[in-house]
């Protein structure tokens, strides 16, 4: 499977986060983000155009995670995917919230080319994408209580975002 050059990230859905919180990728990790930490592993990588699934509500905090000059779009709107999953460029998908770590196994992360999801996800209406690879790399965060249970891991680790000592 190529390098993915996108990246689609998947919030919640708005019913599901109790009003005055969060989705967990606007939770933050070490003072920051879950999305700004994610978001920045992937421009490492070469990934350079972003996409985030939420509401209207989240839409300016998650791209307020990514650095300036990166192409990122935030909407709920299908005809906005639809137009950002029009290529044939490899597109990783994050179904939810993850920390960018090594050893983390393949596992709910995977990656197709853009036309293989609307494919998949318009024509078949599933989510069984079968030109999708499993990407390995990515933790799944299910709670605030994962995330506290990883910062000791990244502090140890020294983890930094660019521009932080």
Same mark, same amino acid.
């Given at each position: 499977?190529?390098?993915?050059? @996108?990246?689609?990230?998947?919030?919640?859905?708005?019913?599901?986060?109790?009003?005055?919180?969060?989705?967990?990728?606007?939770?933050?990790?070490?003072?920051?983000?879950?999305?700004?930490?994610?978001?920045? /592993?992937?421009?490492?990588?070469?990934?350079?155009?972003?996409?985030?699934?939420? /509401?209207? +509500?989240?839409?300016?905090?998650?791209?307020?995670? !990514?650095?300036?000059?990166?192409?990122?779009?935030?909407?709920?709107?299908?005809?906005?995917?639809?137009? !950002?999953?029009?290529?044939?460029?490899?597109?990783?998908?994050?179904? +939810?919230?993850?920390?960018?770590?090594?050893?983390?196994?393949?596992?709910?992360?995977?990656?197709?080319?853009?036309?293989?999801?609307? @494919?998949?996800?318009?024509? @078949?209406?599933?989510?069984?994408?079968?030109?999708?690879?499993?990407? /390995?790399?990515?933790?799944?965060?299910?709670?605030?209580?994962?995330?506290?249970?990883?910062?000791?891991? !990244? @502090?140890?680790?020294?983890?930094?975002?660019?521009?932080?000592?």
């Amino acid at each position: 499977m190529p390098v993915p050059q @996108r990246a689609l990230f998947f919030f919640e859905e708005d019913a599901a986060i109790p009003a005055g919180e969060k989705p967990l990728a606007l939770q933050p990790v070490l003072s920051r983000p879950v999305l700004e930490w994610m978001c920045h /592993s992937l421009l490492r990588k070469g990934v350079g155009t972003f996409f985030v699934v939420c /509401s209207p +509500r989240f839409a300016a905090e998650a791209k307020a995670c !990514f650095p300036e000059g990166a192409v990122v779009s935030a909407s709920e709107q299908h005809n906005d995917l639809a137009d !950002f999953l029009d290529t044939e460029e490899t597109v990783l998908v994050l179904p +939810r919230a993850a920390v960018p770590l090594e050893e983390a196994g393949p596992g709910f992360a995977y990656a197709a080319s853009g036309h293989a999801l609307q @494919r998949a996800w318009k024509d @078949r209406m599933t989510n069984n994408v079968q030109e999708a690879e499993l990407v /390995s790399g990515w933790l799944p965060l299910f709670g605030p209580e994962t995330i506290a249970e990883l910062e000791p891991l !990244f @502090r140890q680790r020294g983890f930094a975002l660019p521009g932080e000592a």
